[in-house]
């Protein structure tokens, strides 16, 4: 059974290699950040990560412990879905599919987790079975702060 | 079908007013190089992509955009939040708030409205692959003109986000087109 506590170990991805099933890639991006950094350098793939000028990747600032529950269930929902457009052409790299297995029953335990403090996250969340409805209540997305 | 999932791609939180910074972020939001029309474009040409990689990439990258598209208005609302007549008076959008006080328009900072025009698609998967790849590169063109634009980092660090999404974007429709070119180089030996 996956745990987590504080700081996450299965965050532990970096350079961890993976094979290349096709030679029509043409970059070499053969090494991931770490998840934690995946969401600041706007992907996984260390390869594909370009940096604008001399800007720097900027901090996600985290002020509490809603904010910081939903940078960790953010940093592995983005990891998952740059996995899954990998995936999409290279369908049978098994450490990166091992890799995105392992992150998804993560992603599940951490939606729990959020969803039971503060609120569902899509209606048919069984944190929303409940008397008032709890759906509509606000902060919306686009409200933060 | 898509479901609603209550929270952004990426997380927003901007505490500066700043209302021609919202105004030029309309570009990403209904200009020619939107997420709309990325959106529109990608999930509209999937129908005719050749196999099970195409189908599943131009979805899931058009899905992606839909979010993007959210944390664009989301970014255009919080940098407008609390503004009065006043202010908009000031940064010169006395028109703006004559026709739409607050509210979104899908449109570009000049005013133009969104149009399906930018939208394109042949049917023929080389071609609207690199119609793909062509538009992230303008998409992130465009969000480096954004990132010129503003010294916030709460505006910088989703722009620079945004702007690594389209380069990843870009590179794995070119790695669909290059799989696509050496299929069909096999059955046929001639240049596209």
Redesign the interface.
Known sequence: MYQYNSKIDYYNCEDNNYTQQ?N????N?NSLFNVENS?????L?KG?????KN?E??D??ISNQK?QL??Y??SIG?SL??L???L??Y?DDINLIELFNHLNVQYEMLKKDYESKF?????TSKYNMTTPWQ?NNSP???E?? | MW???????????I?NMDLRMAKYLSSQYGGPNSELGAALQYLNQRYTMPDD?GK??LT??GT?ELGHL?MI??MI??LSRGANVEDYKQANLGGSFAQSDGALFVGDPNGIPFSTAYISTTGDCIADLESDMAAEQRAKATY?HL?DLTND?DV??PL??????E???Y??F???R??YM?EKMQTKNSYF
């Not at chain 2, 479901?3 to 939180?13: D, F, G, L, M, S």
């Open positions: 096709y029509l890639m043409d970059t991006n969401l600041m350098m706007g992907t793939f594909i990560y370009n940096k604008y800007y990747p900027i996600i600032s904010e939903q940078f269930l953010d983005f879905h740059d899954n457009l990998y999409d052409i369908s609120g569902p996250l899509l209606t759906w919306w997305p686009w933060k702060i | 479901i609603y999932e209550k929270k952004t791609a990426y997380p927003i939180n505490k990689k599943a990439l899931d990258i992606e959210e208005a989301t609302y919080q480096e990132m980092p910088l660090g620079s986000f945004l702007r690594e999404r380069i990843v974007h590179q794995r070119k790695e669909l290059n799989y050496e």
